[in-house]
């Protein structure tokens, strides 16, 4: 009986996605195999960055053919995907890491990525809400950031590729075997499933590695490259231990997410309260404003981490009809498009830009990457990453309290008089009909009245996104609203 | 923890975790409330509560994470703070329910219970033409304080069939304290039309679209103040692992949940009113500081308004038509303005939430939540912290030296 499919693919993250996309690009049939959402693992949990990485010559191959693509790929990228060409600024505390920033520099102009040193000063009027002091940075203009889960998705729709809303339970030998006994024949099978390719694919070198992440609400401009510090040097050896890194990166919504950390030997999914404080007190250790911002998600996700850092990427030992697209590591979102077009160029026989050798299952380990020192670990690049039934009637009758006294307070600039103890929705109410403008730039107004809703929030006192109906009126107090 | 802990700490100091922490603090305890609200009474008293505080009361803070077992983190406007407890009794209450139909995200459009909280934020109603709609006694008590304080409620529009509300009131008859509450009620709005089978599917500029038997017309109106019920507010429970069902927190007898030294009382463990959520926290109350037989006392009380509440749940259930209010473009998500014609191309929650945005927002879900439950069958998923958007400062803790 003849195969189903050219290329059968287990996992539909970024990479399986990516694999897809480029198989089917070379006029391949082509199945992805995923029982939860299109990029709903580590895809979902990472920051989304797209950097050339320098640990080791095979690292730099991969990362920077794999931007390539995805500056030729961004004008074709749907407005969800919402792609950010903002750069990489790598930041440099002491005189230490200025030193890695010269090296850095010269490894970039070697090889053609464009780089540029930035001091003290550049450095504080490029990013103001840096803490004052730095050494300076490296900017890496070319670098970007952009949404993982609709990238992914956007890859796969571009595929046509078939999809089985199944678990994979096996694979080898041409086939993927599902949870409910249904067997897809491939010519190429191709195991992508992350930090769990292990259970499909026992004895492989792919570990979980844990990290969290921490996202704010919206504050545009806050912070405007990708800013990594360049302090892991300092940590650098402790291979296994866990360790955090200060990661901040604008969204294109305004919003800040903040890494990094890494834990190997964590299974389980939940937060980790005493890791996600030392994320988030480095973080605020290079930007001390951050601790007034407001988070409104945090999470955790799992990077497959291999010893020498590299990704398994090609025919696996043993079973030439079985392919392995896993073990990126921190770098999935940007290797993706490059690891589709090896797997593909395999596939087909051929080969693509860069040499396959050093990401062979196969591989010798410490022939191309960079298994000591570990200089990636510290985390510059995370992926994985009413009422009551007010009773039948309403409740005892309570007089309302003698309002004699009044509070004013400034409304845009306006002076407002409201009863004492009325909240600050009152007297924006009072003032103008819009408290704040929508995403998409509807006027709006409060809906609960009880803090639940977050439509009612203005700026009080200079804090951003207060809840206008949970906060009383106090003399004096500056409320501002965007409408 | 050390000495510094509460030995029982009661989140919500509405009328379950006032009669919780009463309990508590008159049985000796140390006990401390904690409340998002400026002032305790909840929602139902909200700012009009007179009472004294039985024990110390943390006001406008709101628990925001669970660094540890038998810690909390406490956040309010001003500062972070962390309190120990050995027994916690969440009584965080419930919040409206809120439906998409065309034009519920304009700024006149506001819940029930919301347009009543803000009138006892301060907000001036006196004179508004004010049209009630959506689902539930709530709405009676909303029209009813409205026009006590001067405005012009045109009409309830209640979504529910009089059939079903007319068994209801029947059945009120075992329950006289309930009946007459129920007739002084209707004094109150006596003149106020209510329309029963009738509802809103439409708000404009001017006023709002109503429908009942086949019939559609518009209701000029300042303020349309419209919700559909309640919903339990179960996300801090479900943090702390508590199993979590349908209708609420799931509590035994003595109204502890599913995690042993944490008990639930009033709305969050379902619907059930004001009476219920007293006699919760009381059970609560005593079961936290190891008086079980005060406790069983209140036993007898609680199964007769459990009844009661189920038959409330059934008069006012939602009907099937109100799946049809939101169109395509309608936004279903107002935090992140995610359209319901995308999400309701989605598989679930998760999907929704990855691929459309709908409940990234820092309503956290909590409003399309309630909506996408009723429309599309949709549960929420697990909760993470903070359990409330909250200061980065609020996560990073107290600074603690590195191992």
Request: some cysteine.
């Amino acid at each position: 009986m003849g195969a189903s499919y050219d290329v059968a693919i287990a996992g539909g993250g970024i990479v399986g996605a990516a694999c897809a996309a480029a198989c089917a690009a070379e006029g391949l049939s082509v199945a992805v195999v995923e029982p939860g959402p299109i990029g709903g693992g580590a895809t979902a949990a990472g920051m989304g960055h797209i950097v050339v990485m320098d640990d080791s010559p095979a690292q730099i191959a991969l990362t920077l053919s794999s931007r390539q693509l995805w500056i030729e790929l961004s004008g074709e990228l749907p407005a969800d995907v919402e792609y950010l060409p903002c750069g990489t600024m790598w930041v440099a505390a002491d005189e230490e890491e200025l030193a890695e920033v010269r090296r850095k520099k010269r490894v970039y102009d070697e090889i053609g990525v464009r780089a540029e040193v930035v001091g003290p000063k550049e450095l504080a009027e490029a990013e103001p809400n840096l803490r004052p002091g730095l050494a300076g940075g490296l900017f890496v203009a070319d670098d970007s950031v952009l949404y993982p889960p609709c990238a992914a998705r956007f890859l796969l729709e571009r595929s046509k590729a078939a999809r089985i809303a199944q678990r994979a339970v096996e694979i080898g030998g041409g086939v993927i075997k599902l949870r409910d006994g249904t067997a897809i024949s491939a010519g190429v099978t191709v195991n992508a499933t992350g930090a769990w390719a292990p259970e499909l694919t026992p004895g492989i070198e792919v570990r979980k590695r844990k990290g969290h992440l921490a996202i704010t609400d919206r504050y545009p401009g806050y912070v405007r490259a990708v800013l990594i510090e360049l302090g892991y040097l300092k940590s650098a050896h402790a291979t296994s231990a866990d360790s955090v890194a200060f990661n901040a990166q604008p969204r294109k919504t305004g919003q800040v997410l903040i890494g990094s950390s890494r834990q190997f030997g964590a299974e389980d999914a939940s937060i980790d309260a005493h890791i996600l404080r030392r994320m988030l007190q480095r973080a605020e250790e290079y930007m001390p404003g951050l601790g007034k911002l407001s988070a409104i998600r945090t999470w955790t996700g799992f990077r497959a981490a291999t010893p020498d850092k590299l990704p398994l990427i090609g025919p696996c030992p043993g079973d030439e009809r079985l392919f392995l697209a896993t073990g990126h590591e921190g770098l999935g979102i940007t290797t993706s498009l490059a690891t589709g077009k090896l797997v593909a160029a395999q596939v087909m026989g051929r080969s693509w830009a860069i040499p396959a050798e050093p990401y062979l299952p196969g591989r010798k380990a410490e022939a191309h990457g960079n298994v000591s020192g570990d200089r990636n670990v510290a985390g510059q690049r995370e992926e994985a990453s009413m009422a009551r039934l007010d009773r039948l009637t309403i409740g005892p009758q309570v007089d309302n309290l003698p309002h004699k006294d009044t509070v004013t307070v400034s409304v845009n600039g306006v002076a407002v008089t409201v009863p004492a103890g009325a909240m600050v929705s009152a007297a924006v109410a009072m003032a103008v009909a819009t408290f704040r403008r929508s995403v998409t730039g509807e006027a709006r107004g409060p809906l609960c009245g009880m803090g639940i809703c977050f439509e009612c929030r203005v700026t009080v006192d200079g804090r951003e996104h207060s809840r206008s109906c949970q906060i009383p009126c106090a003399p004096g107090m500056e409320v501002r609203t965007d409408g | 923890m050390g000495d510094g802990a509460y030995d029982v700490v009661v989140v919500g100091a509405g009328p379950a975790g006032l009669a919780a922490a009463r309990c508590a603090a008159e049985s000796g305890a140390r006990a401390a409330m904690v409340d998002d609200n400026p002032r305790p009474g909840g929602q139902i008293w909200r700012g009009e509560w007179m009472g004294r505080e039985p024990c110390t009361t943390f006001c406008g803070t709101r628990v925001v994470a669970v660094p540890e077992p038998g810690v909390i983190t406490l956040e309010s406007f001003d500062g972070t703070l962390e309190i120990g407890y050995r027994k916690l009794v969440l009584a965080t209450g419930a919040r409206e329910r809120f439906l998409p139909f065309p034009g519920w995200t304009l700024p006149h459009v506001m819940g029930a219970g919301g347009l009543q909280a803000l009138a006892k934020s301060g907000l001036r109603i006196a004179g508004k033409k004010v049209v009630v709609a959506g689902s539930g006694p709530l709405l009676l008590a909303v029209a009813k304080y409205l026009r006590g304080h001067g405005a012009d409620v045109r009409l309830i529009a209640e979504q529910a069939d009089q059939a079903a509300l007319t068994r209801f009131g029947a059945g009120l008859i075992r329950h006289p304290g309930k009946l007459a509450q129920a007739i002084g009620l209707r004094a109150g709005l006596l003149g106020i039309r209510y329309l029963t089978g009738c509802w809103p599917i439409a708000a404009g500029g001017a006023g709002v679209t109503l429908r009942r038997a086949g019939r559609t017309w518009d209701e000029p109106c300042d303020y349309l103040a419209c919700g559909f019920g309640l919903i339990p507010n179960v996300e801090l429970a479900a943090l702390l692992g508590c199993g979590v069902g349908a209708g609420g927190v799931e509590v035994d007898e003595y109204q502890q949940t599913s995690v042993a030294g944490v008990y639930c009382a009033g709305e969050a463990t379902g619907i059930g009113g004001l009476e219920l959520s007293e006699v919760e926290g009381e059970i609560a109350g005593y079961a936290a500081v190891g008086r079980p037989e005060k406790a069983r006392e209140f036993f007898r009380a609680r199964e007769s308004q459990r009844r009661f509440a189920a038959g409330l749940e059934r008069a006012f259930a939602l009907r099937n038509e109100l799946k049809t209010l939101p169109g395509d473009d309608t936004l279903v998500c107002r935090c992140e303005d995610v359209t319901f014609g995308r999400v309701r191309q989605c598989p679930g929650w998760r999907d929704a939430k990855l691929h459309t945005r709908c409940g990234m927002g820092p309503c956290q879900g909590r409003v399309c939540g309630g909506a996408l439950e009723f429309l599309l069958g949709w549960r929420a998923e697990s909760v993470r912290p903070p359990v409330f958007p909250a200061r980065i400062e609020s996560l990073s803790g107290p600074r603690c030296p590195q191992p």
